[in-house]
């Protein structure tokens, strides 16, 4: 380690404030997810009592020690919603002891980067399970620059995560847009005969996916999986087919690798895809899936789906009226990909 490096014990200190009064309940209390967030519980809470709970204040942190059942994160987040929530009596909580000595911000920087979670899988003990325990936490080792300094970094970081966080919800935006016009489309077609998907899409399942590794993106029921070199659908909707994800609904305008977890799904009216893509997102295709243990969509499903009739010119003008709009959707996604990059980038540079 670096001679700037410094063991966090130095910096903070062990939390247990009970809830016991309960005044905080069942909307206040929140999981962590191994993407750093708190979330929404969606535990069973019929006949739950909350005087248990521990209490996390605002810019305290709470991690979940045992870090057996995650993969390779550690659940750990910093309460940014300026109130008091509640966390399971498993999480551990702490706070800093004195923040003119060391930010939550750039600490919770520093637990973000993906070398911190391999630290502390590896540091993790136990026969039974697995666990980061407070000790450990206390052991770990990281760079504590002039308050200056951290804040500048936190700035940095937040200018770049405040950027994505517009072009996301920009996306948004402008997929509702076409949304309520695809609902427009719908409506005025409701009184028209009826007809089956497969007059107007063809589908087929996809294939194992490759090993290799490039730059086109692998598709598969819960989106990119990964990336490889070659392809076997250009300018497609893809359908997961198995699984949770069973029925999710995307769209890739260029060169992609659909794996066997999902169906691809060709337009055989338009040489766009954007009117089916936001006509199968309109079913809600996970409704019709069957299988309780493993979910299961497939092709005859698909096929045999009844929407009524559109005529070809609605489907090629809302096509024609897409287009530019999802190309502005597209070089947002090529800026959030950029940006994310350079935020790893940045998070890679606090260890220097």
Known sequence: MGSNYKKLGGYIRQIDTRNSDARLGEDNLYGISVTKEFIISHANLVGVTFDRYKVVAPRQFAYIPDTSRRGDKIAISLNTFGEDIIVSSICSVF????????????????????????????????????????????GVELPVPSLPEQRKIVHDYKVITDRIELLRKMNENLESFLSARFSQLRANATSRDKTTLETLISFGNGKSRPSSVGCIPVYGGNGILSYTDCSNAENVVIIGRVGAYCGSVYIEESSCWVSDNAIVAKSKISADEYFDYFLLKWFNLYDYHVGTGQQLLT????????????HVDEIEAFNQESKPVFSRINAHKREIEMLTELSSILLSRLSH
Do not use: K
């Open 299 to 310: 092709q005859g499903i698909l096929n045999s789906l009844e929407c009524p009739s559109f």
């Open 95 to 138: 706070e800093i002891i004195d923040e003119d000595e060391l930010l939550p911000e750039y600490l919770m920087l520093w637990f973000m980067r993906p070398e911190f979670d391999r630290y502390a899988r590896f540091m993790s003990n136990g026969s039974a399970r697995e666990v980061f325990d407070w000790d450990s936490m206390c």
